[in-house]
C-alpha cells in the first residue's frame, strides 16, 4: 500500500511501543516506528509513530505523533547545572566560538588601523578632512562590526574573548603614490583580508554544521564586504586617474560632503 505523508494530520494516536514495521494486509493499520533519535535530536526519540490505514472511502492516511515529554527527557539531562555554564548554548562548537572571537578581534584591528589613518590626515600639515573623516567613520563601522560579534557570541552562549592589538602605523606618505592613494589602496587590502577571514568564519560554520552562524555571516556580513570592496576599489581607481596632485583637494572635498555614508 503506498503511504502519503499528511504534514497538517497531527492528532495523537495511541502509543504502540516496539511495534517496527507491519506490512499491511488487508484493510487493517499499517504502522511504522521511526528508530530512536541521535546524538543531534534530529530524528524523534522512539516517539513518532507513523500510521497509515485503509479508510472505508479508500483514502490513505498517515499521521506522526510527537510525544514531546518523552522527547524532552534527554534534553533535560543535558540543561547545565554549573553556575559559569552558559543555559542557552546549543550546537555551538567551541570551535565555532573561537572562530567568531578570532573574527572580533580581525574587525578591532582593521577599526585600530583606520583610526590611525582618520588621525593622520587630521593632522594641521596634512588637513585632508574629507579623508579624515572617511577613515573616522570607517574606524566606527569596523568597532561596530565587532561589537555585533560580541553580542552574537553572547546571544549563543559563547564567552568572548578580547585578543590583544598591533601597533598600527601612522605615517601614511608614500613617495610615488601620495598618502591619499597609499591609504586607499592600504584600506582596500584591508577589506579584502577582512572578506578572506569572514569566509574562513564561514567555512568553520559549515564544517561544524552551524546553520543558524551560517545563516548570521552571510546575511550581516558578507554582502555588506562586497559592497566594501567594490567602493574602495572606485576610490584607488579615481585616485591613480588624477595623480597625488591638485585632483586630492577636490576628492577630499568629495569625501568630505557626502552625505550618503561613506563608510568602508
Ligand atoms: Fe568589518
Ligand atoms: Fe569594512
Redesign the pocket.
Known sequence: MPLTISPSSTSIISQRPNLGFFKNRGTGPAFIKLPKSNNNGNVGSGGLVIFASNGANNRQALEVVFEPFEEVKKELLLVPTEPNASLARQKYTDESVAAINEQINVEYN?SYVYHAMYAYFDRDNVALKGFAKFFKE?SA??RG?AEKLMEYQSKRGGRVKLQSMLMPCSEFDHAEKGDALHAMELALA??KL?NEKLLNLHKTANENNDVHLVDYIESEYLN??VE?IRKISEYVAQLRRIGPGHGVWHFDQMLLNDTAGV??
Open positions: 582593521v570607517s563601522e569596523e562590526h584591508l577589506e577582512n555588506e564586504q566594501s563608510a568602508a
